[in-house]
């Protein structure tokens, strides 16, 4: 695979002369590895300071891509580790010879074939179609003979006697019901549960307005309370 290098600034002929080498290179997109080294100047003439700029503050190795090649201005175009351009824009027609003498042949583009006008319309000369005759259904005849109707199958009557059912007395039909129908014994409702009665909350003297509970007395009584949920009073 080529290998090419670009060397180029911020301005706007470093852009242009970007863009014409890709298009140019396209067609060898998979045969080519185009790198692009933009330094960040606006113009070309201050490549120089740059240069000792870099290597006042960062030393040598900043600089070691452009000391290698030997690129003192800018823009500059090496292929396959030598220089072939250093310190001015090519024109388009310039930078295709240099790639050709590179040995980077670029394909030519094919015409475009011109349409061909859409011939008009000729009618057809009657001598030169040969003839064709028409075609001609065979005749039928005018009266045609059917088949004759086909007669109605006859059921002869079965040589047994259908006898009529014997009659069911009335006295059977009941005791046919009777077998039929279940018979269902009517259950007496359960009688009614009593409700059990509410039962009185049992008074305590908790509940009581005459109790002093910080106190443990009754006011009414007079007295000491020992157990408040036994109330010495009747109430």
């Given at each position: 695979m080529r290998t090419i290098q670009l060397f180029i600034c911020r301005d706007s002929r470093s852009k242009q002369l970007l863009d014409d080498l890709r298009e140019l290179t396209k067609?060898?997109?998979?045969?080519?590895?185009?790198?692009?080294?933009?330094?960040?100047?606006?113009?070309?003439?201050?490549?120089?300071?740059?240069?000792?700029?870099?290597?006042?503050?960062?030393?040598?190795?900043?600089?070691?891509?452009?000391?290698?090649?030997g690129i003192k201005s800018i823009p500059a175009i090496v292929i396959d580790d030598r220089k072939v351009l250093e310190g001015r824009y090519p024109s388009r027609q310039e930078l295709y010879e240099i790639l050709a003498d590179e040995g980077i042949t670029l394909e030519e583009r094919k015409p475009i074939q011109p349409i061909k006008p859409v011939e008009e319309f000729k009618p057809v000369e009657e001598s030169s179609v040969s003839r064709v005759e028409r075609y001609t259904p065979p005749e039928f005849p005018s009266e045609i003979e059917f088949p004759p109707p086909m007669e109605e199958p006859k059921f002869e009557e079965p040589p047994f006697s259908l006898e009529k059912p014997e009659e069911i007395t009335i006295e059977e039909k009941i005791e046919e019901e009777k077998v039929s129908k279940p018979v269902i014994e009517e259950v007496p409702p359960p009688p009614p549960i009593p409700k059990p009665e509410a039962r009185k909350a049992k008074r305590t003297c908790t509940t009581c307005v005459f109790y002093n509970e910080a106190a443990k007395r009754c006011a009414m009584l007079g007295r000491i309370v020992e157990d408040p949920l036994n109330p010495p009073c009747s109430w």
């Open positions: 067609p060898f997109k998979d045969k080519i590895d185009l790198k692009v080294h933009l330094i960040h100047i606006n113009n070309p003439e201050d490549f120089p300071n740059f240069l000792e700029t870099m290597e006042e503050l960062f030393g040598g190795i900043s600089t070691l891509t452009f000391r290698k090649y």
